[in-house]
């Protein structure tokens, strides 16, 4: 995110003029997002230089690093806070902070740990010692207990600019096509554009997808189809995803919304596409593919969900004609 989207958020304003609350909940679906936020906020709150955050000095740059020892960040990337670190983090919050005037507590995945977890940290977010901070970082609001809720300065982060998005992209020195495929599908999230880049098989899982869509019309071909399919249970949600949002623009082709497209290097499979389904028949699959992820949370028999996906198609395809 650029600095000037930053500047002119209330957040802060609050932060350089000290009126911040001590519990910042940061929620978006995007887990990128959600880390280069922290990261701006703890900086803006650390950094020596007039103008913050500056990311050149000592501050700025041992948060950049990690290694600011009054920033404690919990649990690694990717994983879920342990109760037993939990204790382990409340048991230092009253400690005074080692080189500051305060420290700040990130919480990664909040929204992962469970209603019990939430409750202990509940009570050292209604009494918080003046020194500690916490930024707690959550990609699904709805199973954040009410009373957490209502300790906290709640930021629901904007999505990131096709500009920012873009050169976070770059950097990663990835090639320009796969890059601009991942832009044009991850629906501004820089987390999802990521998991596109690294994955091996994105580029062949559009194709795949695109194809299926223009072809699938018979149910006998369901075999060719599922045989696929069922060797790719390791992707299947970045595999929903692409055919959610084909669907999505070939949605927005047919009412003629060419503006809201981002699939533009594809528009003629959409096209395709979109005389080959009715509207009816494309809102109902793009619904199904919310049983599909419910049964997938329930681990039921893969094959079988993917039998039900295809066969859903066929299904609505016939149920709403053209
Ligand atoms: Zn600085």
């Not at 900086?43 to 913050?52: D, L, Y």
């Not at 990717?78 to 305060?102: A, C, I, M, Q, R």
């Not at 699904?140 to 998005?165: G, W």
């Not at 096509?177 to 596109?196: I, P, T």
Request: glycine fraction near 2%; aromatic fraction near 8%; charge should be negative.
């Amino acid at each position: 995110m650029n600095n000037i989207q930053f500047k002119s958020s209330e957040i802060y304003k609050e932060i350089i003029n000290n009126t911040m609350m001590h519990s910042i909940m940061l929620i978006s679906n995007d887990t990128e997002m959600l880390d280069i936020y922290a990261n701006n906020i703890v900086s803006t709150m650390f950094c020596k230089a007039e103008e913050k955050p500056c990311g050149v000095c000592t501050e700025c740059q041992k948060i950049a690093h990690k290694t600011m020892v009054d920033v404690l960040e919990y649990p690694l990337k990717g994983e879920v806070l342990k109760s037993d670190e939990l204790n382990k983090l409340l048991d230092t919050v009253f400690e005074l902070p080692f080189e500051h005037d305060k420290k700040v507590y990130i919480i990664n995945n909040f929204s992962s740990i469970d209603a019990l977890m939430q409750n202990k940290l509940l009570k050292t977010l209604e009494e918080p010692p003046s020194h500690a901070y916490f930024i707690l970082k959550v990609d699904n609001e709805s199973v954040v207990l009410q009373t957490i809720k209502s300790r906290c300065q709640k930021i629901m982060l904007p999505k990131l600019d096709t500009i920012s998005l873009q050169e976070c992209l770059n950097n990663l020195g990835a090639d320009i096509k796969l890059v601009d495929e991942a832009m044009s599908f991850c629906g501004g999230s820089l987390a999802q554009a990521k998991q596109y880049i690294n994955s091996p098989n994105f580029l062949n899982n559009v194709n795949f997808l695109l194809n299926m869509l223009q072809n699938l019309k018979k149910s006998w071909q369901v075999v060719d189809y599922a045989s696929v399919l069922y060797t790719k249970k390791d992707e299947i949600l970045d595999i929903l995803h692409i055919y959610l949002k084909i669907l999505q623009d070939s949605t927005y082709l047919a009412l003629g919304l060419d503006d809201l497209i981002t699939l533009k290097t594809h528009t003629s499979e959409l096209k395709f596409i979109a005389e080959g389904y009715s509207l009816d028949a494309m809102s109902q699959m793009i619904k199904d593919v919310n049983l599909i992820l419910e049964k997938l949370d329930r681990h039921c028999n893969f094959n079988s969900i993917i039998d039900e996906f295809l066969l859903g198609i066929l299904e609505d395809k016939h149920k709403w004609p053209i």
